[in-house]
């Protein structure tokens, strides 16, 4: 386990926040790397702090450890910029699996490890907004378009999803803890480079 700040520590009242970039907090998250690194930055944008995040071929991501009741606090909140998107490749294929910003939620399958599962929140290139997949490389992971295509690039944008409904919708039936939250920016697979821009996260009753 993560030695890092209880994140019951870090809620008030109906909001549960996971990422407070904004505060220069980095407390807790942890780096996974999958192939080449994505460097990640805590840099001014404007009058605020935020989390810069540069890739050059490369696929890794940051990681939190939480404790999250879907039931009680089911939307998850973020905000995010890229300043460019990746053309050309077909997100539902191996080869075109990446994406200049995605933020992810991962899901315990308990004792049946082997079930662990995640939705991953996408700016796609050109699959429509809304629309959701399973992934090239596992059916254990759903996609979601919740940007695409370059109208909104160099924008900072605010996301609001329902993490229940939408594991109900992709998975058909109700889901297991949540473990963590994961960000990245990868472009291992298309040999691409891509930059983004992440603002704070957190969790919010409906």
């Not at 520590?9 to 549960?16: D, L, S, T």
Request: net charge neutral; hydrophobic share 40%; proline share 2%.
């Amino acid at each position: 386990m993560l030695a890092c700040l209880p994140i019951a520590a870090w809620a008030e009242g109906q909001r549960i926040d996971v990422a407070r970039f904004s505060q220069g907090d980095l407390k807790g998250w942890q780096t996974k790397v999958f192939s080449g690194k994505t460097f990640y930055a805590l840099r001014k944008e404007g009058d605020r702090t935020v989390l810069h995040a540069d890739s050059n071929a490369a696929a890794s991501g940051l990681y939190r450890e939480t404790s999250i009741d879907l039931g009680k606090t089911p939307i998850l909140n973020w905000t995010w910029k890229v300043d460019n998107i990746l053309t050309g490749n077909d997100e539902r294929t191996k080869a075109g699996d990446d994406y200049p910003a995605r933020v992810y939620v991962v899901f315990s399958g308990g004792a049946m490890f082997w079930r662990t599962r995640a939705i991953n929140y996408v700016w796609s290139n050109k699959q429509p907004t809304g629309s959701s997949w399973f992934n090239a490389f596992t059916s254990n992971a759903g996609m979601i378009a919740v940007e695409s295509g370059v109208s909104r690039t160099g924008q900072w944008i605010q996301i609001n999803r329902d993490v229940l409904a939408d594991y109900r919708r992709i998975f058909g039936e109700e889901p297991g803890a949540v473990d963590a939250v994961a960000i990245m920016t990868d472009t291992d697979n298309t040999g691409a480079s891509a930059t983004a821009w992440y603002g704070d996260i957190w969790f919010t009753a409906k």
